[in-house]
């Protein structure tokens, strides 16, 4: 009977820890999806803050095509981290993209440095007081 016991738990090990792995990558494609449907939301607005509003369907267009990038961008990053997973390891492959894009939230300074059409000059990064044109 001893036996047995220390022969099942093993399996009940490996079947946590594959539950908790499938609630990971649940919350983090629904946060990646949610993600998506902010950015279709508010592409209105995006298009006439981020992109030249001489003329608005073109802003909007671009807008789209930012957004379709991120759908051709997924699965060529799931290819390409996937293999570098498969050949160099899970850490590896959680660690490049983060290294990438930075693992901390973008804090009120990075936003000061987006620049947007609005503002004065392409590179105009600094205080929110800018002068609109």
């Not at 399996?11 to 999806?33: C, P, Q, T, V």
Request: aromatic fraction near 10%; proline fraction near 8%.
């Amino acid at each position: 009977m001893v036996e047995a016991s220390v022969l099942a738990a093993p399996s009940a090990h490996l079947a946590d820890n594959s539950r908790k792995a499938i609630w990971a990558a649940a919350i983090g494609n629904l946060l990646e999806w949610y993600d998506f449907g902010v950015y279709a939301y508010l592409a209105g607005l995006i298009a006439t803050k981020f992109f030249p509003n001489s003329d608005p369907t073109a802003s909007l267009l671009a807008a789209f095509a930012a957004y379709g990038v991120g759908f051709l961008a997924r699965p060529l990053g799931g290819i390409v981290i996937g293999r570098l997973g498969d050949t160099k390891g899970r850490k590896t492959a959680l660690v490049l993209p983060q290294g990438g894009c930075g693992s901390a939230p973008p804090s009120p300074f990075q936003f000061n440095l987006i620049s947007s059409c609005v503002r004065e000059g392409p590179c105009s990064f600094g205080s929110t007081d800018a002068p609109r044109s």
